[in-house]
């Protein structure tokens, strides 16, 4: 099974957020958050680590808050010597979780906006390109194509030292270096397009939105 929790960004919550729920966590990363210059940034990663915890103990029963996130030589985070597999991603105003314990996932999410093609073309296959060009709604293809490859270059772990037009996704599959991911569109909502991946096929997803306004660590 995998998991995937989400909640949205609030100005309103922010204050409540940093006195009732950032003190339940380690001073080291009290003090990273409190680094931050724009309260969004700041909600951003506070609220991820929030769904990560909450989840990772209404799921597997694991009270992770403790336990320090580790990070590989390609940035990836990762609990040591633990099944517990995450991934976090956000984007404008909100933050999703994946957690699993069948292989490593990668998860990205994007709201859907306003863009210059050209500008991405580099990245691109040529028939990637095309695809998107030719597309009814070339907005919402692009997105398609960028989340889909983030999150395969998350779940493989080696992040952008994988050029994204070096592997092309078809039909949610796709291959780096002889490892095959597949991929599956989660659907959270109409403004943002977001994808999932793992080195399995992905069966089926929990999807659950929090609602973070208390405290929450006891």
Not at 41 to 52: E, F, W
Not at 103 to 120: N, Q
Not at 135 to 157: L, R
Request: include cysteine; charged fraction near 30%; charge should be negative.
């Amino acid at each position: 099974m995998i998991y995937v929790y989400y909640t949205y960004q609030s100005e309103e919550n922010h204050e409540r957020l940093l006195t009732e729920v950032l003190p339940g966590f380690p001073v080291y990363y009290q003090e990273k958050i409190k680094r931050y210059r724009r309260w969004q940034d700041a909600q951003l990663s506070l609220l991820g680590r929030v769904l990560l915890y909450k989840a990772a103990e209404e799921i597997y029963g694991h009270k992770l808050h403790d336990k320090e996130i580790k990070y590989t030589k390609h940035n990836k985070p990762y609990f040591e010597d633990h099944v517990i597999q995450f991934n976090i991603t956000h984007s404008e105003g909100i933050v999703v979780c994946a957690l699993t314990d069948l292989h490593e996932v990668g998860v990205d999410i994007e709201i859907i906006t306003d863009f210059e093609l050209d500008s991405f073309k580099f990245e691109m296959t040529e028939k990637e390109r095309q695809k998107i060009e030719s597309s009814d709604n070339i907005k919402d293809a692009f997105f398609e194509y960028w989340t889909q490859k983030e999150a395969v270059i998350k779940a493989h772990g080696h992040g952008l030292t994988i050029p994204l037009k070096s592997f092309e996704i078809v039909e949610n599959k796709t291959e780096i270096n002889e490892e095959k991911f597949y991929l599956k569109e989660i659907k959270i909502d109409e403004k943002y397009k977001c994808h999932i991946s793992l080195k399995t096929s992905i069966g089926e997803i929990y999807l659950k939105e929090e609602i973070i306004k208390t405290q929450y660590f006891n």
